[in-house]
């Protein structure tokens, strides 16, 4: 069973920052990984992701503040995540890609205060 570990959420001020942290209990070194959030009362959507090779994808409103990252050593993905909005606001989620199953993790909340 693949295990994922959120941290690193919390309650933060608009313009400020917070880095999130995903430990997941495989090896990531081959696979695509990602974040995404769930804003309270809303689907879940898409953030960013990052492919074995480092390639990115960020969803639009996201483009420019937040930045994907990996340590491969130690089975980690970040989320950086610079100039929140009230609007960042919700519970994130990190997520890898397995022999074509997605696991995801149990989320972290992030809430925006303006």
């Known amino acids: 069973q693949v295990q994922l570990v959120e941290s690193g959420g919390g309650l933060v001020q608009a313009g400020g920052s917070l880095r999130l942290s995903c430990t997941i209990s495989?090896?990531?070194?081959?696979?695509?990984v990602g974040w995404g959030r769930q804003p309270p009362g809303q689907l879940r959507d898409f953030v960013a992701t990052?492919?074995?090779?480092?390639?990115?994808v960020y969803a639009d409103d996201v483009k420019g503040r937040f930045i994907i990252s990996r340590d491969n050593t130690k089975n980690t993905i970040y989320l950086q995540m610079d100039n929140l909005q009230p609007d960042d606001t919700a519970d994130y989620y990190c997520?890898?890609?397995?022999?074509?199953?997605?696991?995801w993790g149990q989320g972290t909340q992030v809430t925006v205060s303006s």
């Open positions: 495989r090896r990531i070194d081959f696979s695509v």
């Open positions: 997520n890898i890609r397995l022999f074509g199953v997605n696991y």
């Open positions: 990052m492919t074995a090779d480092g390639g990115t």
